[in-house]
């Protein structure tokens, strides 16, 4: 059974919580010794399923290698009375989607170009450093105010050629993809149960990509059946969506 959630872990006051995925929750909360706002996930408890925190602490191995301002930064990992927790900085900004549709000051195509660029460059370093994300998608690429994109949850994310590997993104089985991964920008050879790797984080980034610059979906169905068929069967149909006509040939 999981453990109830502290109002304090250690050093760290929690506030908000700002999420929660397979591996914990993610909270807001305050430094009480160095007085900075940090956004702190509490790991789940894996024990019962016999592997211990490894599976969870895969997650800050792969962070604590990557040092790159479109990379969230790692801080600490640390147990406190036999919870783990990652602590990492708090990116005060918005998930890419809803950055995008910020009718008040939407950014413009060259703001776009700039944050292609960005998290191009953040995806080389962390493939660079033998690291795969394998979860690339809007939600998981925050906006700060100054409208500088960050990669965060490297929760899937697994070290290429590792000697031990402790997760693999797929089970043999669609249905543990899916549960891991988001349909709609996952890459068709991870559908057919291949573990993720740099070329379907490319597919992945591709596809935010398309949607960034195209106003919609690069592979949009009605049904989860009809999601499958076009990402394994169709190439997404060139610049048809609300701002194509600000897209150049050449993009």
């Not at 953040?122 to 795969?132: D, F, K, P, Y």
């Not at 000697?163 to 891991?180: A, F, G, K, P, R």
């Not at 996952?186 to 597919?203: H, L, N, T, Y």
Request: aromatic residues 6%; hydrophobic residues 40%.
């Amino acid at each position: 059974m999981p453990k109830e959630t502290p109002e304090k872990i250690d050093r760290y006051i929690l506030g908000k919580a700002l999420g929660s995925g397979s591996h914990g929750a993610v909270w807001q909360a305050e430094d009480s010794l160095l007085g900075r706002t940090v956004a702190l996930k509490v790991l789940k408890d894996e024990t019962d399923g016999g592997e211990g925190l490894g599976k969870s602490l895969q997650e800050a191995r792969t962070l604590a290698k990557l040092n790159h301002p479109n990379i969230v930064t790692l801080y600490e990992v640390s147990e406190h009375e036999g919870q783990a927790y990652l602590v990492m900085e708090y990116l005060d900004g918005l998930p890419l989607n809803d950055y995008l549709e910020n009718t008040e000051t939407p950014p413009t195509f060259d703001d776009k170009i700039s944050m292609a660029k960005q998290l191009i460059d953040a995806l080389a370093t962390a493939h660079e450093n033998g690291i795969v994300h394998a979860d690339i998608k809007p939600a998981n690429i925050l906006v700060r105010a100054d409208g500088c994109p960050v990669l965060v949850d490297f929760g899937l994310a697994k070290v290429i050629n590792a000697s031990t590997d402790l997760e693999t993104v797929t089970d043999d089985s669609l249905l543990n993809t899916m549960v891991h991964g988001t349909l709609s920008y996952m890459a068709p050879e991870v559908m057919r149960g291949d573990a993720a790797d740099e070329k379907s984080d490319i597919f992945s980034l591709g596809a935010v990509f398309y949607e960034m610059f195209n106003g919609e979906r690069a592979f949009k169905a009605p049904s989860d059946a009809e999601t499958i068929h076009l990402i394994l069967n169709i190439d997404p149909a060139p610049t048809t969506g609300q701002t194509a006509d600000e897209i150049p040939e050449w993009l």
